[in-house]
């Protein structure tokens, strides 16, 4: 058999549903190989959009997703994505052609070292440098890439060894088990926790990536703790769980926060530091933290830890559980009292441009529960994180480790071939959906029914708030769009422009029953922004 022939059996033995890419010169016999297999490929209009797919197919699914370029600026092009999945802890399998062998050692037309480049962002990277090695290679990108901290592996396929002919095989796929958590320290947490006056959880995305979310709710409801839950783990404890404190993550005080800092115990469960720096949730230093998660925890000056319990996330919580005394009281109840009744104060609000809490408010009124959000990176990013509700985990994507601008609309492509039966919006500052709006075309002809709502302020949202709370005036942020509705219109979508607030719900409605590529373009009104800062400076706790 051809290499790429066995490359390609190597993908199917393990599940490859799709690869998301765009053919190169120096991919050609894979993509021929492709050609006799069950695997879809999913031609992207940038390897950007390709990357993006891959990183929220593997959020969706715990399973890795692929995606393909060619060599030099087709791989170059592949980085944000891998990053960002990297990062993220999303499982992603990038693949790049490569030039010949003969030809690599010397400076030649596209020929970059991609092992070299794709290196700092992936959990291993890999060059192809005999047939044989193929079987190998393949399943240990998978394995790596699927197994906790799960991220991006890499694979650089030279044209010439595409060509080769070899045995064809594969390997046998194991899947990995957990190791137990050491019973000793699951004791040690079990006195902790019993012993403490106010324990908090903040829940990281590592406990959606463990499946563990229903450990998580029993822990909780048994023990009578509060959760606050990372960006990324929006969901992992449902919202109208009543030791739900909803989310964590804005570099301000807010509610939440105020359950830190009255807390003596806080117990990270499947956390990771990148999402959420140590020293916002516990700049006093002086709390006792415990660690629950698959892997041993960072170094962090701020999270220096009481307890690691290392091991299974489900068993860990069971056990330490059954060894706890529950508390009584919920001495953080009003901090859930207080964001609840902010989440309800502008849902009949009226006034135009559109508020961004009644955006959230009709956004969540118009979708099912179990419908997905892909969020993009922006200040729109930092409102959903705050206010859209969510009751079931994976439900409202984020990408907050890497965050980067430009994952909402490809994303919300995977999300939908993932997800058929449910709606998928995504929802995305003018700026980012810019970044990669050319998938509007994949999505198109691939029939992939998805609403993008965008947050038009003519501006970089977020970075204009920044710059006016550190200096009091805005540099170089503004810009001018197209008309998104004619932009949609010209790609054979629907749109839509919010001219009034009355008008968001129905166009939300009817964007949702439409079964089309919809794209709406909703007028924010961001000098929320500045008053919510405001608002949370003077805020006094309720606790
Ligand atoms: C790829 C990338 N470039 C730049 C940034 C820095 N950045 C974060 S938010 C932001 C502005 C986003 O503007 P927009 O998409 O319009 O959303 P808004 O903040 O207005 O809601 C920028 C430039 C980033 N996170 N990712």
Redesign the pocket.
């Known amino acids: 058999m051809k290499a790429s022939e066995v490359f390609v059996k190597c993908l199917e033995n393990e599940e490859v549903e799709y690869i998301f890419g765009i053919p190169g010169e120096e991919n050609l016999d894979v993509m021929d190989a492709l050609l006799d297999s069950n695997i879809r490929f999913i031609t992207t209009r940038h390897e950007q959009g390709a990357a993006f797919m891959a990183d929220v197919y593997g959020r969706l699914t715990g399973r890795a997703g692929v995606c393909l370029a060619t060599l030099g600026p087709g791989a170059t092009n592949l980085v ?1 994505g891998v990053a960002d999945a990297n990062m993220d802890h999303a499982p992603v399998v990038a693949i790049a052609g490569q030039a010949g062998t003969n030809r690599m050692h010397k400076e030649s037309h596209q020929v970059l070292d991609l092992v070299n480049m794709f290196k700092p962002i992936t959990k291993y990277a890999s060059r192809i440098l005999t047939p044989n090695i193929i079987p190998e290679i393949v399943r240990k990108a998978f394995k790596v890439a699927q197994t906790e901290k799960s991220g991006a592996c890499f694979i650089e396929f030279p044209e010439n060894l595409a060509k080769m002919d070899m045995a064809p095989g594969h390997l046998h796929v194991n899947h990995t088990h957990p190791p137990e958590p050491p019973i000793d320290r699951v004791e040690c947490a079990a006195a902790l926790i019993s012993e403490a006056r106010n324990p908090i959880i903040l829940a990281g995305n590592g406990v959606i990536r463990s499946r563990a979310w229903k450990h998580l709710d029993d822990f909780a409801s048994t023990l009578n703790i509060p959760v606050a839950n990372t960006f990324m783990a929006k969901g992992v404890i449902p919202f109208r769980h009543p030791m739900a404190l909803g989310s964590a993550g804005l570099q301000s005080q807010d509610y939440v926060s105020c359950g830190f800092d009255r807390a003596d115990v806080i117990i990270c469960v499947g956390y990771d530091l990148v999402e959420f720096h140590p020293y916002l949730w516990h700049p006093t230093r002086d709390r006792k933290i415990i660690h629950i998660d698959m892997s041993h925890a960072e170094v962090d000056d701020a999270y220096t830890i009481a307890v690691g319990v290392v091991g299974d996330i489900k068993h860990s919580l069971m056990r330490i559980a059954k060894l706890t005394t529950p508390h009584e009281g919920h001495l953080m109840r009003p901090l859930r009292k207080a964001l609840i009744e902010e989440m309800n104060q502008l849902g009949q609000d009226n006034e135009f441009p559109v508020k961004p809490q009644k955006i959230i408010w009709d956004l969540r009124t118009a979708m099912a529960l179990e419908d997905i959000v892909i969020c ?6 930092m409102w959903m994180a705050r206010m859209f509700r969510c009751e079931h985990p994976n439900t409202c994507i984020i990408s907050n480790g890497f ?4 994952i909402a609309v490809p994303g919300a492509i995977a999300a939908k071939l993932v997800h058929p039966d449910r709606n998928i919006v995504a929802v ?6 810019m ?1 990669n709006s050319q998938e509007i075309e994949t999505a198109i002809r691939l029939n992939v029914a998805i609403v993008i709502l965008i ?1 038009n ?1 003519s ?5 204009e ?1 920044k710059q006016m709370n550190e200096f009091g005036r805005k540099s170089n942020i503004d810009f001018q769009n197209p008309d998104f509705v004619k932009y949609a219109e010209s790609f054979g979508a629907k749109g839509y422009r919010v001219e009034s607030t009355e008008q968001l719900l129905p166009v939300l409605n009817d964007a949702l029953d439409s079964n089309q590529v919809c794209i709406i373009d909703c007028p ?1 009104d ?1 000098r929320e922004n500045l008053k919510l800062t405001e608002k949370l400076g003077e805020m006094v706790c309720p606790i």
Do not use: E
């Open positions: 944000t993009d990176v922006g200040a729109h990013k965050a980067s601008m430009g995305t500052g003018d700026a980012g959906f970044m947050w302020d501006a970089f949202g977020l970075i708030w924010v961001y």
